[in-house]
C-alpha cells in the first residue's frame, strides 16, 4: 500500500502545478472563444491520473486510500450525511431569502427525475468523485514527495480553485464574484486536503463534496430561480455558508475519531 510521504520522481510535483495552472488557462481561454471548457477539466482528470502513474509505481486503489487512519466507509458516510444536512439548511435560507421558489406539484413531477440523475451525473460522477481522486488523492501525494504537507495542501487548494475559473466566467464574469468563487473553493480544496493528511484517505473530502454538490444542483435544477445569480447570493449569505462548509471539515473528523491535543488533531 502506498504511503503519503512516498518519494516521487523529482519532475512530478512541478507536472502537477504546470497541469493545474495549465487547465485553468485552457478553460477561460475555451470560454472566451465560447468553446465547450470541459475540456479543461478532462485535460485535468486524465493528466492528473497519468502523473499518478508515471510520477511513482502505485496500486490502483491507493488515489482513495492511502494509509487510513480512520475507517473509511464510516468517514465518508458521516462526511456525506453531514454534507447533506448542511446543504439543505443553506437551501432553506436561499429559498426563504427569495433566490428561488419551490415548484408546484405538477411542475416537481415534470422536474424531479431530471434534476436527481442530473445532481447524481454532473454533481457527483463527472465533478465530486474525479476531483477528489486527482486533487485530494493523486496530486497531494505526489506534492507531499516533495514539498511539506502544508505547501502540499494550499498548493491543491490553489489548484482546486483556479479549476473552477472556467465554469465562474462561463455564467458570472465580474471580478468581484470570480474573486469570491476561486478563493471560496481554494479555501475548501486546502481544508479538504488537510482532513486527507489526518485521516489517510479523501473520505471526509469526497463525502462532504458529493454531499454538498448534490443538494446545490438538485436544488438548482429542481427549484425555479427567482434571480439571475449563478455563484453568489447576498454576501453574509455567502460567508456563512461558506464558514459552514469549513466548519463541517472539522465536525466530521471530530465524528470520525480524530481527537485535539494542545489544539491539534491527533490521529487515532
Known amino acids: 500500500m502506498t504511503t503519503l510521504t512516498r518519494p516521487?520522481?523529482?519532475?512530478g510535483a512541478a507536472a502537477v502545478l504546470a497541469l493545474g495552472v495549465?487547465?485553468?488557462?485552457?478553460g477561460a481561454a475555451l470560454v472566451w472563444l465560447?468553446?465547450?471548457w470541459l475540456l479543461a477539466l478532462a485535460l485535468w482528470y486524465v493528466g492528473a491520473w497519468l502523473l499518478w502513474f508515471a510520477a511513482a509505481p502505485r496500486p490502483l486503489r491507493s488515489p482513495l486510500v492511502q494509509q487510513p487512519h480512520t475507517p473509511v466507509a464510516r468517514t465518508l458516510l458521516v462526511s456525506f450525511g453531514l454534507a447533506l444536512g448542511w446543504g439543505l439548511i443553506e437551501a432553506a435560507i436561499r429559498w426563504a431569502g427569495g433566490e428561488y421558489r419551490l415548484p408546484s406539484a405538477a411542475e416537481s413531477a415534470d422536474r424531479l427525475l431530471p434534476a436527481l440523475v442530473g445532481a447524481l451525473l454532473a454533481g457527483v460522477v463527472m465533478n465530486a468523485l474525479p476531483e477528489e481522486l486527482t486533487l485530494r488523492g493523486a496530486a497531494l501525494t505526489i506534492?507531499?514527495?516533495?514539498?511539506?504537507?502544508?505547501?502540499a495542501v494550499v498548493l491543491t487548494g490553489a489548484i482546486f480553485g483556479l479549476l473552477h475559473l472556467p465554469s465562474v466566467l462561463a455564467t458570472a464574469p465580474d471580478p468581484l464574484t470570480i474573486a469570491w468563487v476561486v478563493g471560496s473553493r481554494a479555501a475548501f480544496g486546502a481544508a479538504w486536503g488537510w482532513a486527507t493528511i489526518r485521516c489517510g484517505s479523501v473520505a471526509v473530502g469526497l463525502g462532504l463534496h458529493a454531499g454538498t454538490n448534490l443538494v446545490s444542483v438538485f436544488a438548482s435544477n429542481w427549484a425555479i430561480p427567482l434571480t439571475s445569480a449563478t455563484w453568489a447570493g447576498p454576501p453574509l449569505l455567502e460567508v456563512t455558508a461558506a464558514a459552514g462548509q469549513?466548519?463541517?471539515v472539522w465536525v466530521a473528523l471530530r465524528a470520525c475519531g480524530v481527537t485535539w491535543r494542545d489544539g491539534r488533531p491527533q490521529r487515532p
Open 22 to 26: 495549465a487547465a485553468a488557462l485552457l
Open 143 to 151: 506534492l507531499r514527495g516533495r514539498v511539506p504537507g502544508v505547501a
Open 246 to 248: 469549513l466548519a463541517l
Open 34 to 36: 465560447h468553446q465547450p
Open 8 to 11: 516521487d520522481r523529482r519532475w
